[in-house]
């Protein structure tokens, strides 16, 4: 069994930045793909940004060149760093773990807004 916890949403105004963070339970964080998705209020869950167990990585066309998907597998840790902000941004973040199972977290409020 897996266990991630988010960390680091909050609100910002447009044009900043913040830096989420996924700790995750477990030794065999390395060897799964790692993704970040969201859910905007009254829309469907989207996908946003995955780290693959070999370091590929891969964006939707929406936060391509300003988000960034790190991972550091000694710390069981991903993370999400968000440049550029747009109220559009504005959702809930969820971080997923993938590889024989698939794990999510609770989710963090990400609230982008003047």
């Known amino acids: 069994q897996v266990q991630l916890v988010e960390s680091g949403g909050g609100l910002v105004q447009p044009g900043g930045s913040l830096r989420l963070s996924c700790a995750a339970s477990g030794s065999i964080f390395s060897s799964y793909t790692m993704a970040w998705y969201r859910q905007a209020p009254g829309k469907q869950r989207e996908f946003v940004a995955a780290i693959f167990s070999g370091g590929g990585t891969n964006y939707s066309g929406t936060v391509k060149g300003r988000f960034t998907i790190s991972r550091d597998n000694a710390k069981n840790t991903g993370y999400l760093q968000m440049n550029d902000l747009k109220p559009e941004d504005t959702a809930v973040y969820y971080c997923?773990?993938?590889?024989?199972?698939?794990?999510w977290g609770q989710g963090t409020q990400v609230t982008v807004s003047s």
């Open positions: 997923m773990v993938a590889g024989g199972s698939t794990y």
